[in-house]
């Protein structure tokens, strides 16, 4: 009786070490298999997956970190939305809505790299810089790829992304930046009188919100011009004043063909592979309309006296973006003929405009 207990017992331990060992080879195999998977290109993968121009995707559509990526940016309220509207009306560009984590996640690896102490916690952790690029480069790449649908090019337009501009060229070799330069003193009234929540910013000090703003810029600029070769800077008042030179300018610059699309930008929104537009973002009734100058010059009269005063001192950037500190109103300059039909119709329309 006691044999043939030890017999059982012998052959169950048998069985359970088969099944074990099969599990484990199994694992291992598929283990593998997902180490070779993470070198190869991403894929959407939908079968009724098309691109903006209507065209059936035959085959996955597959990104990587060597795509031509775009990154639109610039302090909040500089042409930002403006910039990626238009681009987004080109049949072969896709640029989307805010996705609002890229800039945090940016800012959150900024941190870890600035502090010693983490970074030393890291390393010895095996989350080394090289492990930290990777999966930044596919965590961004998810969500620019997945947030919208696919296209010839991608583009991201998260105002304060380009902080880390150096950081994303870095990461994403054939990537091209587009900075948005606007005169500070209309970007600080209209986030003070159109209330647009900045981080940092103190939307009741116009001497705040210009210091904030100078800093943004600086670190912007700065970047920038270290990758000029892939960064180009575009004036929200140029752009507005001559849509078609400096689309023109910026689609050359992309290496992406010519496009009409691009200056009626307002013909498109909401329409199939055409530019869609969020409910939540504050310049989403601004772009709805033509392109036009009755933003330019609103914060003239509205700023404190004693802050023009220091304006020089306060944001000495004006100055170096091209922009005289002391000209109240100044003079970006003559619209085109296009633009000043927009405006007309836009100033005899019976709708309120809004302050920008």
């Known amino acids: ?5 030890k017999q059982n017992l012998l052959v169950a331990c048998l069985v359970i070490s088969s099944v074990t060992v099969f599990y484990l080879g199994r694992h291992a195999m598929e283990c593998h298999h ?6 190869q290109p991403l894929v959407v993968s939908s079968l009724h997956a098309t691109l903006r121009t ?3 995707l035959s085959s996955p559509f597959v990104y990587n970190k ?3 990526l775009i990154f639109i940016g610039g302090v909040p309220r500089s042409g930002t939305t403006l910039m990626r509207a238009m681009l987004d009306a080109h049949p072969e560009v896709r640029c989307g809505e805010e996705t609002r984590v890229i800039p945090r996640i940016l800012a959150m690896k900024q941190m870890w790299s600035r502090s010693g102490r983490e970074k030393m916690r890291l390393d010895e952790a095996g989350v080394t810089d090289e492990v930290l690029d990777s999966a930044m480069q596919a965590f961004l ?3 620019i790829v997945k947030h919208g649908e696919p296209a010839a090019y991608l583009c991201n337009k998260d105002p304060f992304a380009l902080k880390s501009l150096s950081y994303l060229a870095k990461i994403f070799p054939h990537a091209k930046f587009v900075l948005m330069i606007r005169d500070g003193r209309a ?3 209209s986030m003070i009188s159109r209330k647009v929540t900045i981080a940092g910013f103190d939307l009741g000090s116009y001497r705040d919100c210009l210091t904030k703003w100078n800093r943004a810029i600086e670190t912007m600029y700065t970047q920038c011009l270290e990758v000029s070769d892939k960064c180009l800077p575009v004036h929200y008042e140029q ?3 001559h849509p078609e030179k400096w689309m023109r300018t910026l689609l050359k610059f992309l290496d992406i063909p010519w496009n009409e699309a691009v200056l009626h930008h307002e013909e498109l929104i909401g329409k199939a592979g055409g530019v869609s537009l969020s409910k939540v973002e504050r310049s989403t009734d601004q772009v709805i309309k033509p392109v036009n100058v009755e933003a330019l010059s609103k914060w003239v009269g509205k700023i404190p006296a004693d802050v023009l005063r220091d304006m020089a001192v306060i944001a000495p950037m004006l100055s170096r973006l091209g922009y005289d500190p002391h000209a109240n109103p100044p003079n970006y300059g003559r619209p085109d003929p296009r633009v000043l039909d927009n405006t007309r119709r836009l100033q005899k329309s019976p709708e309120k405009p809004n302050p920008s």
């Open 187 to 189: 970007s600080v009234h």
């Open 34 to 39: 997902r180490i070779e998977e993470r070198s």
């Open 141 to 143: 790449l998810e969500i």
């Open 1 to 5: 009786m006691i044999g043939k207990l």
């Open 66 to 68: 060597d795509m031509p």
């Open 54 to 56: 209507g065209q059936n």
């Open 239 to 241: 752009l507005v004043l």
